[in-house]
């Protein structure tokens, strides 16, 4: 499942965003990763009915077939030839008043390689970003219908608010991504970070069934920002080390967020089942994400390449 994700995630996809577009990058990333916001809204309350009419079992074959006849067509779509790298004009790499977009990095002549990005300190920062982002979003977003359930609502009417929640991803990818175009990488993560923390600090504040505003807080803002620093992180990379590798340099600190994935879905799931209570789980997302932003906030600054320029 994780190689079968990544061949279709944005590994793949920034690279060839990056190549067509400069000045606008973060809103294109941002509009093709909202498709993920999409997903998640539609499939959440659909794969609930799915279960309560076939099991677990055949559900999951279900979701496989779909995805089998679906992606075929998808993939079909795609180009053959990449096309030709593009060198932005200064026109169209300046921002407002003739300077550069917030938060972008100059138009570099550098063709970063992978072991040049590894000697700066802005590759372990984007990494430990990617990472504590991962934590922070899988300490929650696996076990929300769970935790809703051991709160006592009801399973399909938490399914159906979460998956509303997750439908305000589309706007809250798109928004936070064309934002970073204007304001900066930094700032538009940072309010990601906090509309995140927010929604993980209602969560936290549910007792009971009859708080059904919190649980729609929790659904909204948690969802508004889910993958909304995407588009910020995934840009800054490019900004940062551009070239013809940046393919294989974000491939390298993708690693982090399968990390901060699989460690916060099985570690929440371990504390629930040592302590009875979600409690510490949701804690430790808001410690990771505002780590997160202590990180991002350090890379303001382009790095400066060591070694030879070739």
Known sequence: MTVGANGLGLVVSVPLLSRLFVR?????????????????????????????????????????AVMAVCLGPVAWCFPRREPERRVPAPSESAGPAGGRPAGAAA???????????MRTPHFWLLGSVYLCTGLGSFFVSLHQLAFAVDMGFDKLYAASVLGIGSFLAIGGIIGTGTLSDYIGRELAAMLAYGISILGVVCALLITGPEQRWLLWLHACCFGLTWGARGPSITA???????????????????????????????????????SGSYHLAFLLSIASYLV????????????VRHGHAG
């Open 24 to 64: 606008k990058r973060g809103m294109a990333v941002a509009l093709v990763q909202s498709a993920n916001g999409l997903g998640r809204a539609v499939s959440a309350p659909l794969v609930q009915l799915v279960i309560a009419a076939l099991g677990w079992r055949q559900s999951y074959l279900v979701l496989a």
């Open 107 to 117: 138009p570099a002549v550098q063709d970063w390689r992978v072991r040049d990005a």
């Open 236 to 274: 800054k990379t490019v900004d940062l080390f551009p070239g013809r590798h940046v393919g294989a340099i974000l491939g390298g600190i993708s690693i982090g967020t399968g990390l901060g994935a699989a460690i916060g879905s099985w570690a929440s799931g371990w504390i629930f089942d040592r």
């Open 292 to 303: 997160g932003c202590v990180a991002f906030w350090r890379l303001r600054r382009p790095p």
